[in-house]
């Protein structure tokens, strides 16, 4: 009896000498495998600009990062890819990476799609110089070899002369525009991405124009054709009541208004006009009413010979739907109010009481 209780000791103290070390080493692979996935390779501020090509899974990825000293090794990336399920959607591009990030913030980066984007912003009622000088100032993100550098998209010099430039085969809305005319007015207002691969400004433009093409549906289209009217006679009144008025329903009154000067033959006298030749801000003198310039609509009958800026959706949509009204002027307070009058006494009447 003694012997086989000797046996039966001797077996179990064998089994949990076993079995300790199993845990051990389920717990030390546990702390590596941990370490792998949490621990960054470098504590190093250092940035790089990585790459990821369309077709490239996330083995290739892996392989690559470790290659350029980002990760400890492919194998916890690939495991942590898979685990997570993400190398499902692993997402070509231009990253900014570190060796100071984990594999865990890594392949979430990868599979969140965190690219290196560039955004340009076209604020609605900006014309082409305003927008030349932006893209000027404005340095952007591109890819250099292994590198990320910062550089304007353009010169204004060269982006206005690439707006002078004949889209009409591509885009037919254009084709009424004078041949002599700019894309003023044209280069529809909204955010657009820029790739870090090196791009033309011309592909701005064209996005733009695409946009534009897209907003001006074909039942806003039908409506113009309906009214007699040509695509560059709605967009040159829309710029006019970007630059002039806030609201919708208010733009609607002043299209109106617009409209019933023109066909009466009266003058627009739209103030925008006149800042438009000047390059001010702020009001306008009676001085800069009596300039010499086709675009002056305070001495010259009619719109003028172009867009003045890039009218937003809701401005051409005004210009298109016109409300009528027994207005025949307005202003705009200092707040942006708008303040309507039937007749150039009235007019009078309130220019001396809101803008004196």
Request: aromatic share 12%; proline share 4%; hydrophobic share 40%.
């Amino acid at each position: 009896m003694v012997e086989v209780v000797a046996l039966l000791v001797l077996w179990y103290s064998k089994k949990m000498r076993y079995r300790n070390w199993i845990i051990g080493l389920c717990a030390a692979l546990a702390l590596l495998f941990l370490w792998g996935i949490f621990v960054p390779r470098s504590f190093s501020s250092s940035q790089v600009i990585y790459t990821a090509q369309k077709g490239e899974g996330y083995h290739d990825v892996a392989t690559d990062l470790q290659r350029k000293g980002i990760i400890h090794s492919r194998y916890f990336f690939d495991a942590y890819a898979i685990m997570t399920d993400s190398f499902r959607h692993l997402q070509a591009g231009s990253y900014l990476l570190s060796p100071s990030m984990s594999v865990a913030e890594l392949v979430y980066r990868f599979s969140a799609g965190q690219v290196v984007k560039n955004t340009v912003t076209i604020v609605p009622g900006w014309d082409l110089q305003d927008l030349g000088t932006y893209l000027e100032n404005n340095p952007l993100y591109f890819v250099s070899g292994n590198t990320l550098v910062q550089e304007p998209l353009t010169t204004k010099a060269n982006f206005l002369a690439l707006a002078k430039q004949d889209y009409s085969a591509k885009f037919s809305f254009l084709v009424d525009k004078p041949k002599k005319a700019s894309l003023e007015g044209y280069v529809f207002p909204d955010t657009y991405e820029i790739s870090t691969v090196q791009q033309s400004p011309e592909d701005l433009i064209i996005a733009a124009l695409d946009n534009f093409d897209k907003k001006l549906t074909p039942q806003l289209r039908q409506e113009i054709t309906a009214q007699h009217k040509t695509i560059f006679q709605v967009i040159t009144a829309a710029s006019l009541l970007e630059k002039e008025v806030n609201t919708l329903a208010d733009k609607k009154i002043v299209s109106g208004i617009l409209w019933k000067r023109l066909q009466v033959g009266m003058p627009l006298q739209v103030d925008a006009t006149i800042s438009y030749i000047t390059g001010k801000r702020g009001k306008v003198s009676v001085a800069d009413t009596h300039l010499a310039s086709p675009y002056n609509t305070y001495l010259h009958v009619g719109f003028p010979p172009g867009p003045i800026c890039s009218p937003g959706l809701d401005s051409i949509v005004a210009a298109i739907e016109p409300e009528a009204s027994d207005y025949w002027y307005y202003l705009s307070t200092s707040d942006g109010t708008t303040i309507f009058s039937k007749t150039a006494e009235e007019h009078a009447a309130n220019v001396s009481k809101y803008l004196k």
